[in-house]
C-alpha cells in the first residue's frame, strides 16, 4: 500500500475543518489539522513531510490565509498551496505563484481532485 501524502488543513470553523478532513482522509491523504495560522506554522515546522496547505482565508489572530500563503512560500517553497474563503473573492495575483483558489461552499471531489493534480508535478 502507498504512503498516504501529509497534507495541513487550516480553518477555523470546526464543522467545516471536520466535513474536509474526512474527505482528505477517506481520498487516501494523512491529514494534519489546524485552527489558525500560529497553530498551522508550528505543524509546518514539526512535521517536515506535509506537501500541500489547504488553507481558509479569514482566521481568527494576526495572520490570515493570504498572509500565512505568502509565509508558507518564503519558508517553504516547494509546498502546494489552496486557499479557500465564503466570504471575498481572491485573486490569483494575491495568492502565491502556483496555487489555487476556491469559493465556499466548493466541491471536496474538486478538492481533492485538484490536490492530486498539484501534488503530481
Same mark, same amino acid.
Given at each position: 500500500?502507498?504512503?498516504? /501524502?501529509?497534507? *495541513?488543513?487550516?480553518?477555523?470553523?470546526?464543522? #467545516?475543518? @471536520?466535513?474536509? &478532513? %474526512?474527505?482528505?482522509?477517506?481520498?487516501?491523504?494523512?491529514?494534519?489539522?489546524?485552527?489558525?495560522?500560529?497553530?498551522? /506554522?508550528?505543524? *509546518?515546522?514539526?512535521?517536515?513531510?506535509?506537501? #500541500?496547505? @489547504?488553507?481558509? &482565508? %479569514?482566521?481568527?489572530?494576526?495572520?490570515?490565509?493570504?498572509?500565512?500563503?505568502?509565509?508558507?512560500?518564503?519558508?517553504?517553497?516547494?509546498?502546494?498551496?489552496?486557499?479557500?474563503?465564503?466570504?471575498?473573492?481572491?485573486?490569483?495575483?494575491?495568492?502565491?505563484?502556483?496555487?489555487?483558489?476556491?469559493?465556499?461552499?466548493?466541491?471536496?471531489?474538486?478538492?481533492?481532485?485538484?490536490?492530486?493534480?498539484?501534488?503530481?508535478?
Amino acid at each position: 500500500m502507498p504512503s498516504r /501524502i501529509p497534507v *495541513l488543513v487550516v480553518e477555523d470553523e470546526p464543522i #467545516l475543518r @471536520f466535513d474536509i &478532513v %474526512d474527505t482528505l482522509n477517506d481520498a487516501g491523504f494523512h491529514v494534519h489539522e489546524a485552527g489558525n495560522a500560529t497553530e498551522a /506554522i508550528e505543524i *509546518l515546522t514539526q512535521n517536515t513531510g506535509i506537501r #500541500l496547505v @489547504f488553507t481558509d &482565508v %479569514d482566521m481568527p489572530g494576526g495572520m490570515d490565509g493570504i498572509k500565512l500563503a505568502a509565509y508558507i512560500r518564503d519558508r517553504w517553497p516547494p509546498l502546494k498551496i489552496i486557499v479557500t474563503s465564503g466570504y471575498r473573492k481572491v485573486t490569483l495575483e494575491e495568492i502565491p505563484a502556483e496555487s489555487c483558489f476556491f469559493s465556499k461552499p466548493y466541491d471536496p471531489a474538486w478538492i481533492v481532485s485538484t490536490m492530486h493534480r498539484m501534488l503530481a508535478n
